[in-house]
Nanobody
Framework: QVRVVESGGGLVQAGGSLRLSCAAS????????MGWYRQAPGKQRELVAL???????NYADSVKGRFTISRDNAKNTVYLQMNSLKPEDTAVYYC???????????????WGQGTQVTVSS
């Protein structure tokens, strides 16, 4: 059974930093892309950053230059370093793994349960 678990959320003042982690486990052979999404109250879930299996990255315009996504393939873990945080970054942040291959998975996508990030002004 594949599990995707985020950690690292919390409360921070504007201008501060947080680092989110997302670990996938459960006998995984490989993962294609990994990404971070966020959903603020009353808004749709939006893509924040994406990293391919080869390390190619994409970012939402609103976080370019402030957020950095990275991954450790050996640990099936993806990170999101968030700097210069703004109140509008407040949201629940979700991790998504694309194309998980394992004993019972053949290209399955999984979501984590989410972690709250709150930025105070």
């Amino acid at each position: 059974q594949v599990r995707v678990v985020e950690s690292g959320g919390g409360l921070v003042q504007a201008g501060g930093s947080l680092r989110l982690s997302c670990a996938a486990s459960g006998g995984i052979f490989s993962i294609d892309a990994m990404g971070w999404y966020r959903q603020a109250p009353g808004k749709q879930r939006e893509l924040v950053a994406l990293i391919s299996g080869g390390g190619h990255t994409n970012y939402a315009d609103s976080v370019k230059g402030r957020f950095t996504i990275s991954r450790d393939n050996a640990k099936n873990t993806v990170y999101l370093q968030m700097n210069s945080l703004k109140p509008e970054d407040t949201a629940v942040y979700y991790c998504k793994t694309y194309g998980v291959f394992g004993p019972t998975d053949w290209g399955t996508d999984y979501w984590g349960q989410g972690t709250q990030v709150t930025v105070s002004s």
